[in-house]
């Protein structure tokens, strides 16, 4: 599998060590808009399944070109640049997962009433394609093992298996 995983921060650079890891992953390309983060991110993982990409996260184009024959982009960017990467995922088709929920990317949010169970706007053209868009999956881990996790495994035909990387730290400690 080859994945694009936009954002080399704080969230992206953990999710690259540990995709580095997996046999199933053949390539991550590591994107940001600075370069010099990716590399160093790249430096310290140490695997050459890791390749930096410089790419401008509120540019479809931009994104489209770092994913291309990406089988899913892992967007870990501020919230503000989700449709352009969901955009870009469609262009490539790639599946997309993000870990953060936004309001405004579901049906019902003009409204000011999105009700459970609402639709990603962009939900019918990722199954026109056969693809998945999953958000959210970054919540409290409960809620995402638990009750996520059933209710989209209920929905699909087969599920191979279901992996969680679960962390806490603990503040507690002077």
Same mark, same amino acid.
């Given at each position: 599998?080859?994945?694009?995983?936009?954002?080399?921060?704080?969230?992206?650079? *953990?999710?690259?060590?540990?995709?580095?890891?997996?046999?199933?992953?053949?390539?991550?390309?590591?994107?940001?808009?600075?370069?010099?983060?990716?590399?160093?991110?790249?430096?310290?993982?140490?695997? *050459?399944?890791?390749?930096?990409?410089?790419?401008?996260? #509120?540019?479809?184009?931009?994104? @489209?070109? @770092?994913?291309?024959?990406?089988?899913?982009?892992?967007?870990?960017?501020? *919230?503000?640049?989700?449709?352009?990467?969901?955009?870009?995922? &469609?262009?490539?088709? @790639?599946?997309?997962?993000?870990?953060?929920?936004?309001?405004?990317?579901?049906?019902?949010?003009?409204? +000011?009433?999105?009700?459970?169970?609402?639709? &990603?706007?962009? +939900?019918?053209?990722?199954?026109?394609?056969?693809?998945?868009?999953?958000?959210?999956?970054?919540?409290?881990?409960?809620?995402?093992?638990?009750?996520?996790?059933?209710?989209? #495994?209920?929905?699909?035909?087969?599920?191979?298996?279901?992996?969680?990387? &679960?962390?806490?730290?603990?503040?507690?400690? #002077?």
């Amino acid at each position: 599998m080859k994945v694009l995983v936009v954002g080399a921060g704080g969230q992206g650079a *953990p999710c690259a060590s540990v995709l580095a890891r997996d046999n199933n992953i053949k390539e991550i390309r590591l994107a940001d808009i600075d370069l010099n983060i990716c590399k160093k991110v790249a430096s310290k993982i140490g695997s *050459p399944k890791i390749k930096p990409i410089q790419a401008d996260a #509120s540019d479809v184009d931009e994104i @489209a070109d @770092a994913a291309k024959g990406a089988d899913v982009i892992i967007d870990l960017v501020t *919230p503000i640049f989700f449709v352009n990467i969901m955009k870009a995922a &469609l262009r490539v088709n @790639a599946h997309y997962v993000n870990t953060a929920w936004e309001e405004y990317l579901y049906e019902g949010y003009e409204e +000011h009433d999105v009700m459970l169970g609402a639709k &990603l706007k962009m +939900h019918d053209d990722f199954a026109e394609k056969g693809l998945t868009a999953i958000l959210g999956c970054g919540m409290t881990s409960g809620f995402a093992s638990n009750v996520l996790v059933r209710y989209y #495994s209920d929905k699909l035909d087969t599920v191979e298996s279901v992996r969680l990387r &679960l962390a806490k730290k603990d503040i507690s400690i #002077s």
